[in-house]
């Protein structure tokens, strides 16, 4: 659960400049976000993307946050800004038990991290740690964020019918502004709080077993994370490729495909990427990019080779689509059901390279969702980087908060 202002009623007298980070998945990004208040009222922001090497997402704690602040050290020298101290939103996408707003404390890594010495760990404490180890300048670190909170909130300084947050990309949650009187960790009955479901998670005590195939148990137990994350396997950027492949080698198998011959290629984990999904159905070109991409992959493909190939991405990125709608028509009509109302309007904020930028997935995804949950009129608002402006903004409004109790 997160501690954080309702996203309809903040942002209107922020202001200040704030650096953010963004783990949580295929990038590491770090930012330099001004916020202004007032007639000038709105966001910049300046970022920078780091990749953060295989090794060092599979090698020690310590390796993993020293990186991470030898990246934040160059982003302030690009910027010009070598010395200065900011505070600073921490973004971080992974389970975690949030004590505080400036205290996290991992549970389990997901999405193909697995550093060492981190679970059970405050994230705030080992950034610190890593920031006094190379002694060169000092930060104030003042939040630590989920990208689904950090999204509802940028989409709610737009919507204030915002109080949802959806992310599918490398893996896929949500988090909802839940009434308190429901939330039973924290003390109050008044008012609501936002609740980072981890609805990645969901299904790992087998409530999913009738829907799950033999692909997925096989992309599953393949994983570094087997048994966990079982929805979000099903649905996200970095799983939809390898569901594909494994049916693709199945189909073959049964020489369905390629003149029943498994070539190495298809045998090699990753190769299928998810952006392939988004590239295939896209294809307007009679199949020629189709079987462009399937030579790329070393993949000598026959005409029909390539209808079986498509009709396999559009299953599979359907499904994903149709399951993550469901999730969100359960969320919507929980927050309808929790007040009352015959009628809910609300808007979900989403972030998420698969959600932007694959051609069907969003449409076929609000059709679930208006199909499931009829009583409720639901808006998407794609928010512009969400994981790294909401957790400036959040960072803002802490900052405004804790200057005022020291009045
Ligand atoms: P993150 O979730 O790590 O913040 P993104 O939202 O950028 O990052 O999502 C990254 C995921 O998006 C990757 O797993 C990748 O497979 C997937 N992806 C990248 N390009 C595309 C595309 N064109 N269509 C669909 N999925 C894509
Ligand atoms: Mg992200």
Not at 73 to 84: N, Q, S
Not at 197 to 215: K, Q, S, V
């Amino acid at each position: 659960m997160t501690e954080c202002p309702s996203p309809s009623r903040v942002y209107f007298s922020e202001k200040g400049d704030f650096l953010a980070l963004d783990l949580g998945g295929t990038n590491f990004r770090v930012l330099l976000v001004r916020v202004r208040n007032g007639k000038r009222r709105g966001v910049e922001m300046h970022n920078k993307i780091y990749s953060i090497p295989q090794e060092v997402m599979h090698g020690t704690g310590d390796e993993l946050f020293d990186h991470i602040v030898q990246c934040i050290a160059d982003f302030l020298e690009y910027m010009g800004m070598k010395g200065v101290s900011l505070p600073l939103g921490f973004t971080f996408s992974f389970p975690c038990q949030q004590n505080s707003l400036d205290e996290s404390i991992l549970l389990k890594w997901t999405k193909g991290f697995k550093a060492s010495g981190c679970e059970g760990e405050d994230v705030v404490t080992l950034l610190k740690e890593a920031i006094h180890r190379r002694e060169e300048f000092d930060l104030d670190v003042v939040a630590v964020v989920n990208d689904t909170v950090g999204t509802m909130m940028t989409c709610g300084y737009e919507d204030p019918h915002c109080e949802v947050g959806l992310i599918v990309g490398t893996g896929s949650n949500a988090c909802y502004m839940e009434e308190m009187r429901n939330v039973e960790l924290v003390e109050g009955e008044e008012g609501r709080m936002c609740v980072n479901m981890e609805w990645g998670a969901f299904g790992d005590n087998g409530c999913l077993d009738d829907f799950r195939t033999e692909f997925d148990v096989a992309v599953d137990e393949l994983s570094l994370n087997p048994g966990r994350q079982r929805f979000e396997k099903m649905i996200s950027g970095m799983y939809l490729g390898e569901i594909v492949r494994n049916i693709l080698i199945d189909f073959t198998k049964r020489g369905l495909l390629f003149r029943g011959r498994i070539s190495e290629r298809l045998k090699t984990r990753g190769i299928f990427e998810t952006k392939f999904l988004s590239q295939i159905e896209s294809d307007c070109l009679a199949l020629l990019q189709v079987r462009a991409i399937l030579h790329h992959l070393g993949l000598e493909s026959t005409c029909d080779d390539s209808i079986i190939v498509k009709e396999v991405c559009t299953v599979v990125a359907r499904r994903a689509a149709q399951l993550c709608g469901a999730g969100m028509a359960a969320v919507v009509d929980k927050i309808r059901e929790n007040r009352g109302l015959d009628t809910l309007k609300v808007t979900v904020g989403v972030d998420g390279t698969l959600y932007k930028l694959h051609p069907h997935f969003a449409k076929v995804m609000h059709e679930t969702v208006k199909d499931l949950a009829p009583k409720c009129d639901v808006s998407f608002l794609e928010s512009e980087d969400g994981s790294g402006k909401g957790a400036a903004l959040i960072t803002a409004v802490a900052c405004r908060i804790r200057e005022a109790g020291q009045r």
